[in-house]
């Protein structure tokens, strides 16, 4: 084989490695799976999703899973340098809670950072804001954000940057946004991408 070919049999061969794992992984996440509006919602409460969490919010103040008990939280995880999905993930979460009218201000939107070398607190603060006036930012050290995700079947990868050291990296990332109840636990999980339209649709056919 000459090196094209290799090269060709190589990239096939890490795509199906790739699409095989993506495979298990989505099989996984997708336990417990119900129709739902939209097709949207890709789990319901019983999905075990979600737990301990403790991280910094943009204020600098330490905040724990446990300061959201009694309220309906919806979680995104990303990171403010991202390109594309997250800003889009993000607005189409603002606009579903305005679309809630009085139901969405029930709900607390927030934004978690897979990101937190250059996700300071500050920065987030400053982010988040532009999606939604409540939406909270919340960072962390970088075993915060690995327990955060790994609690959440987040995946992440930190993509290499441009030169040794530069900050300019990309960050693979899975995208679902969870909608957490009253009580902690996994009310459902949306599909990202799914639109404003179909995460309201979501969260009202849950909300009592
Ligand atoms: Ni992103």
Redesign the pocket.
């Known amino acids: 084989m000459n090196l094209r070919k290799v090269l060709i049999f190589a990239i096939a061969a890490l795509a199906a490695v790739l699409l095989a794992f993506a495979l298990v992984k989505g099989v996984r996440l997708f336990t417990g799976t119900t129709s739902a509006p939209g097709g949207a919602v890709v789990a319901t409460a019983g999905a075990a999703i979600g737990g301990p969490l403790t991280l910094t919010d943009s204020g600098g103040k330490r905040v724990t899973d446990a300061d959201f008990r009694g309220r309906y939280v919806l979680i995104y995880f990303?990171?403010t340098f991202?390109p594309d999905?997250?800003p889009t993930e993000l607005q189409a979460m603002g606009r579903a809670l305005d679309l809630l009218g009085p139901a969405g201000e029930k709900i607390v939107p927030v934004f978690i950072s897979v990101d937190p070398a250059r996700d300071t607190p500050e920065t987030l603060g400053k982010y988040v804001r532009a999606f939604h006036p409540r939406m909270i930012g919340l960072s962390g050290s970088d075993d915060d954000i690995a327990r955060a995700a790994k609690a959440f079947r987040v995946y992440y990868r930190l993509g290499r940057p441009s030169a040794p050291g530069a900050k300019d990296y990309l960050v693979d990332?899975t995208s679902f946004i969870y909608l957490m109840g009253p009580d902690g636990k996994l009310a459902v999980l949306l599909r990202g991408g799914a639109g404003a339209e179909a995460i309201a649709q979501g969260i009202r056919s849950v909300l009592p």
């Open positions: 990303g990171y991202c999905v997250c990332h």
